[in-house]
């Protein structure tokens, strides 16, 4: 083999190494930068994790930042553990008695995240002892109308009159002497002040729904969905997810929720990154 042919075989050897080397440092580089980066984002994702459970619930979201990161892993949540009853869109189902979670309506608390907190960790009639249970729907048809009450029932026609009264409360045309003996009725036997309210609009200390604002967890609002509501009684579920789920994601799927009925919530951006 000629000098030069082992001269030109030596350059390619070299030029070979070199360029695997270049390459080499080229691959060492970006792995140390896609290192740099993931360790910077979980940094910053662990600091507003924190951030969140520090935080009070409702001052969260006047806090932007903290609050898109929160509500885009609690849509993750909701998909997983509410969606099945409540819907993809969270507008419940009012044949199941499923709420609306888009609305301003609330049937326990203000809508407060505090509140949304607190059916998400311990539900409604879950068996928790922390959780919502007093108002429970007698079933009026039945010969004992609730279990531990003493409630006597009411006949067809007094349920009628109820609905003549509550519909007469709500601004709706109703037989006058049908709606008085409605009011002697939930005022008296029937004792739905105890939960309703004396002027029928409710409790939402106790989940006790408002009964004259047009706006119906159960049914349409027509006189047969509300005399089915007071004939057979109404007991409703929500599963309690404390214990089952961390109180990070808790209070991400409760913000997550808050978002729902405030989708234009003005905010002013005081998080930090």
């Not at 404390?242 to 997550?256: D, F, H, K, M």
Request: aromatic content about 8%; glycine content about 12%.
């Amino acid at each position: 083999m000629s000098t030069r042919r082992i001269t030109n075989l030596v350059r390619r050897l070299w030029t070979s190494v070199t360029t695997r080397r270049q390459v080499g440092w080229l691959l060492w580089i970006g792995a140390a930068a896609v290192l740099v980066l993931v360790g910077s984002w979980l940094i910053t994702s662990g600091r507003r994790e924190a951030q969140i459970l520090r935080s009070d619930p409702d001052a969260i979201p006047a806090q932007a930042r903290l609050m898109d990161f929160a509500v885009a892993r609690g849509a993750g949540v909701f998909r997983g553990q509410c969606a099945g009853c409540h819907g993809a869109d969270g507008k419940g189902s009012p044949a199941r008695g499923v709420p609306d979670l888009t609305d301003s309506d609330w049937l326990y608390g203000s809508g407060q995240v505090r509140d949304i907190e607190k059916v998400a960790y311990y539900g409604v009639r879950a068996h928790n002892p922390r959780g919502w249970s007093l108002a429970v729907m007698p079933a009026f048809a039945q010969p004992v109308p609730a279990a531990g009450e003493k409630l006597a029932p009411l006949s067809p026609g007094e349920i009628q009159a109820v609905i003549a009264y509550l519909q007469s409360r709500a601004g709706h045309a109703a037989d006058p002497a049908a709606a008085e003996a409605g009011r002697a009725i939930f005022s008296g036997k029937g004792g739905c002040y105890d939960c309703h309210a004396n002027d029928a609009k409710g409790d939402p200390a106790i989940g006790a729904p408002n009964l004259v604002d047009g706006i119906w967890l159960y049914g349409d609002g027509s006189r047969q969905a509300i005399f089915d509501s007071i004939a057979y009684g109404r007991q409703g579920v929500c599963p309690a997810r404390a214990g089952r789920l961390s109180a990070l994601r808790l209070r991400e799927v409760s913000l997550y929720v808050f978002a729902l009925s405030h989708r234009s919530r003005p905010h002013s951006d005081t998080s930090r990154p």
